[in-house]
Each structure stands twice: as C-alpha cells, then as structure tokens.
C-alpha cells in the first residue's frame, strides 16, 4: 500500500517539482527549462509524454554543455586547455557512474516512476555542469573564477 501512496504522489509531484527555477545566477529561466516545464505540464501524467520531454531537454542541455565548454575553451591557454579536457572527461566518467549508481533501487525506488526520477536526476547533473562551465567563462573582458 505504501508504495501505491508513493506512486500516486510522485506523479503528482514530478510535474511540480521541475517547476523551472531561475538558471545558474540569473534571475531568469533558461528557455530550456520553460519549455521543459510546459511539455511536463502538458504530459497529464503520462509516463511516456514524461520520458519524452525529458529526452528532448537531456539532448538540449547536452548541446548547451558542449556551447559552454566551446565557449570556455576559446578563452583559455594551452595548459588549462588540457587541464579542462582532463576535468571534462573526468565529470563524464562521474555522471555516467553516478546516474548508473542512481538506478538502483534502494536509491531511486524502483517501480515505474524509476526512469522519470532517474532522468530528472541526470538532468540536474547537466545542468550543473553547464552552469560550472558558464560560471569559468569571462563575461565583459573580466576573467575567470568566480563569475560575478
């Protein structure tokens, strides 16, 4: 029964909880997460329309992922340059482990719901590194870490 009641709350709940936030120190939406907001709305629930917008958004961010890291190697020397492919391989070996590690079900809690926790997991993931990698770019001639 407790796992009908869990069940029955995440569908409810996934929808809201990826309710779109403001992206990496904005204070606005990336167009990314407003569309993935509606087309989660727009599911009525549906585990595949679910699975779907979550694919689309995964494909985006990963496309936003290799822009950031473009843009940050453009500004960077010979040594970072090699530095950051060294970090970057390394963050793609950590979140293939880690979402595979998010799969198992004492983690993520099995069931059918499984696949849309463990995307929105992935998800956060790339976007977290898209907004390191962001944050590394210099903005107006001003370098480097932190980003104000």
């Known amino acids: 029964m407790k796992k009908i009641l869990l069940a029955v709350g995440l569908v409810v709940l996934v929808p809201l909880a990826s309710a779109a936030e403001p992206f ?3 204070n606005s939406v990336h167009p990314i997460d407003a569309q993935f907001e509606r087309e989660m709305a727009a599911s009525g629930g549906i585990t595949e329309h679910m699975r779907n917008a979550q694919g689309r958004a995964y494909e985006q961010w990963d496309r936003e992922l290799n822009i950031a890291y473009k843009e940050l190697m453009s500004h960077l020397s010979a040594d970072e340059k090699d530095s950051l492919r060294k970090a970057q391989k390394a963050w793609l070996v950590f979140r293939d482990a880690e979402t595979e590690f998010f799969w198992s079900e004492s983690i993520s809690g099995g069931g059918t719901l499984q696949p849309i926790i463990v995307s929105d997991y ?22 480097g870490w932190p980003v104000k």
């Open 122 to 143: 992935s998800l956060e993931l790339l976007k977290t590194r898209v907004c390191q990698l962001s944050n590394f770019v210099p903005v107006d001639g001003e370098g």
């Open 24 to 26: 990496c120190k904005t």
